[in-house]
């Protein structure tokens, strides 16, 4: 049986405040960022930008740099200070042994 709990993943966004300079979408280990009205692919699904008017990142992909780097290298880039760090609840699936 699964039951459904909520976690918090804290992750990163990009805001307004982005000016479109491409530095975050080249240097991204994890090929996470994509420019706004992109649409991107995820596990074979194709799923609609979430944005349109500046770059994003896609929170699936995304794995902050953790054990690559120390800090995110979009963080570390970007000339705007346009990527925060947010914290989200999401949906946790776990098994019950019911």
Same mark, same amino acid.
């Given at each position: 049986m699964f039951s459904d709990?909520?976690?918090?993943?804290?992750?990163?966004?990009?805001?307004?405040?982005?000016?479109n300079c491409k530095a975050c979408d080249t240097i991204c280990p994890a090929n996470a960022i994509y420019p706004g009205g992109k649409d991107?692919?995820?596990?074979?699904?194709?799923?609609?930008?979430?944005?349109?008017?500046?770059?994003?990142?896609? +929170?699936?992909?995304?794995?902050?740099?953790?054990?690559?780097?120390e800090e995110p290298e979009c963080v570390s880039i970007c000339p705007m200070d346009a990527i925060k760090e947010i914290e989200?609840? +999401?949906?946790k699936k776990e098994v019950s042994n019911v």
């Open positions: 709990s909520l976690q918090n993943l804290v992750t990163l966004l990009i805001t307004e405040d982005c000016i991107y692919t995820l596990k074979n699904i194709k799923h609609k930008a979430p944005v349109k008017e500046h770059y994003y990142i896609v +929170t699936e992909k995304c794995n902050s740099c953790k054990g690559v780097y989200i609840k +999401t949906k």
